[in-house]
């Protein structure tokens, strides 16, 4: 007797209910095959690495840590529009937006700036989408080989301007971004 079903990709399955043989009810067959396949990979090169000496090679999209960009002159990039928190799928990003007083011209680049501007590490994927919505290019995710380290405090995860915001000796040659450390 056999059923026909439909699969998830929309093409037709026949399925038989067929009674098994003695022999394949002991299931003797499929453990050896499975016995096999086992001492096959026994015998392969392991792919694990001996990690403090050595180093696996990053991929050319690999997208690390976070920072906030600043310009030639050392302002902050960001006038807090809210794009890179609406982009970003597993909303890890909040910000709180504020007006730029006269005496703080030399640190903002626009009339509004975040004044939070905070991302929980935990929440977020690392894919990169509130670097692409950004107009000003004020978020970007480095090629360096910082990664978020491990900690037991859920807080130490929420990434605010301190770890975030470009050192200002990094901002005087801003014509290229931060390239992976070698």
Excluded: W
Excluded at 70 to 75: P, V
């Amino acid at each position: 007797m056999s059923i026909e079903t439909m699969s998830l990709s929309g093409r037709k399955k026949e399925v038989s209910n067929k009674k098994m043989t003695f022999l394949e009810s002991l299931y003797l067959v499929t453990i050896l095959k499975g016995l096999f396949i086992t001492i096959r990979h026994l015998f392969r090169r392991k792919v694990t690495i001996k990690y403090p000496e050595q180093t696996r090679e990053m991929s050319p999209v690999y997208r690390g840590q976070h920072m906030l960009m600043r310009d030639e002159e050392g302002r902050e990039r960001c006038t807090a529009c809210g794009l890179c928190a609406l982009s970003c799928p597993a909303e890890a990003i909040t910000m709180k937006a504020e007006e730029r007083k006269p005496d703080e011209m030399h640190l903002y680049r626009e009339e509004k700036y975040a004044s939070i501007y905070e991302i929980n590490m935990l929440r977020c994927i690392f894919c990169g989408l509130c670097e692409e919505a950004c107009p000003k290019q004020a978020i970007y995710l480095t090629k360096s080989r910082t990664m978020v380290r491990s900690n037991s405090d859920r807080e130490d995860f929420i990434f605010g301007k301190d770890k975030l915001v470009m050192p200002l000796d990094m901002a005087i040659d801003n014509t290229k971004k931060p390239q992976m450390a070698k």
